[in-house]
């Protein structure tokens, strides 16, 4: 992963480079599973539970599935899983297009909030990306840390041996934004795809050379 001399653009996922309706997904898993709104995010979407997962508790998409499974007290397999989740994600092109113009100016990862099922399926739930991040296609699990934790982004700079001032980063989330911005990396909050692309002319026509 080490090139230094080249910048690094980091991109969250949902609602940047896919809009995702998470009120769909949480439809059709209580349709799945016959639990309420309420109670799934009362026995998942919490800190023991997804925000957990986001930050590397659970080692792989099975010790994932089997925890979910349990706290939800239904069974869900994984292909039920994948299957509910993609359907809420849509590709946005101009963020696509975004990401290939920041492709042609230095290297590209993807940071997103999500567990090792996620991570697993990627290639499946956002199959616009793997042609354009290859094997950078990585979630807050890999790193052990969630956003907005300063951490995560402490362990992409390091993976990809960039120092702060060489990268940029993407997302929809103003604390995630801030957190980046307190360690010198250039963040940019995510409204719509041209003012994106926009932030990536600027950021790049701002470098005036290799790290030193």
Excluded: C
């Excluded at 940047?16 to 998470?22: C, I, M």
């Excluded at 059709?28 to 109670?39: D, P, Q, R, V, Y």
């Excluded at 986001?54 to 792989?60: P, V, W, Y």
């Excluded at 940019?188 to 470098?207: K, R, V, Y």
Aim: glycine share 8%.
């Amino acid at each position: 992963m080490a090139e230094p001399d080249r910048p690094l653009f980091i991109f969250d996922l949902d609602d940047v480079l896919y809009s995702f309706d998470w009120r769909a997904r949480m439809a059709a898993l209580s349709e799945l599973t016959g639990l309420a709104f309420e109670e799934l995010r009362a026995r998942w979407w919490h800190s023991e539970g997804e925000r957990a997962a986001e930050a590397g508790r659970f080692a792989d998409a099975d010790e994932y599935l089997a925890a979910f499974s349990a706290a939800l007290g239904v069974p869900v397999t994984e292909v039920d899983w994948v299957r509910i989740r993609g359907a809420a994600m849509t590709p946005l092109p101009g963020s696509l297009a975004a990401v290939r113009r920041a492709k042609d100016r230095g290297r590209i990862t993807l940071l997103t909030n999500n567990g090792p099922l996620t991570l697993k399926h990627l290639h499946r739930l956002a199959p616009e990306l793997p042609p354009l991040f290859g094997p950078h296609l990585l979630t807050s699990s890999h790193y052990g840390a969630r956003k907005p934790d300063p951490a995560v982004f402490e362990r992409v700079l390091a993976a990809y041996a960039t120092p702060a001032p060489r990268a940029f980063f993407a997302d929809d989330y103003p604390p995630n934004v801030a957190a980046a911005r307190g360690l010198g990396i250039t963040a940019h909050l995510f409204t719509e795809p041209a003012a994106l692309t926009q932030a990536i002319e600027d950021f790049a026509a701002g470098l005036t050379g290799p790290a030193g």
